[in-house]
């Protein structure tokens, strides 16, 4: 038997227990550069042991709807950002801890702008652009040691509309 998760709009309140949502909500907590930039200041709670943050950019294969998951994973030394280098929306896919297992897996999908920061320890779905360019920015641990958890699923969970 097949478990379909269905897709829901990514927003702070639902994705708090796991991150942070980084978008431009709100007003700017303040103007700099004579007034021209707004400011959104400190959207994401960084957090690293043994290790310091580092920018990478992840070019990820595209994926489409339906999905099949089979796949989470987690980083328990650090906190984890994704920052889409476009505006297209991407599908963020997370599970609460249950006893060191990933629980029932959630669906979002980001609206054009938004970004998320995984909290350390979370467990959460593969990079998952719907869109080209599926070109991102992370901000994530550079450090010693295995910062890596994966679990594969036995049963079959489709992710869709």
């Known amino acids: 038997m097949t478990e379909t998760i269905r897709i829901r709009p990514l927003t702070a309140e639902a994705f708090a227990p796991?991150?942070?949502?980084?978008?431009?909500?709100?007003?700017?907590?303040?103007?700099?550069?004579?007034g021209l930039c707004g400011r959104y200041h400190d959207r994401a709670k960084l957090d690293f042991a043994d290790g310091r943050a580092g920018i990478s950019l992840f070019h990820a294969e595209l994926r489409s709807l339906p999905l099949i998951l089979d796949l989470v994973e987690r980083h328990p030394d650090?906190?984890?950002a994704f920052l889409p280098m476009s505006l297209d929306p991407f599908l963020v896919i997370v599970a609460p801890d249950q006893n060191g297992q990933p629980g029932q897996p959630m669906a979002f999908e980001t609206a054009p702008g938004q970004g998320v920061n995984y909290h350390r320890g979370?467990?959460?779905?593969?990079?998952?652009?719907?869109?080209?360019?599926?070109?991102?920015?992370?901000?994530d641990r550079i450090g010693p040691g295995a910062n890596l958890e994966e679990h594969r699923y036995t049963r079959k969970i489709l992710i869709d509309r």
């Open 122 to 139: 979370t467990w959460h779905g593969v990079l998952t652009p719907l869109t080209a360019p599926g070109l991102f920015a992370v901000v």
């Open 78 to 80: 650090g906190s984890q």
């Open 18 to 34: 796991f991150g942070d949502v980084l978008d431009t909500s709100g007003v700017p907590d303040k103007m700099i550069n004579a």
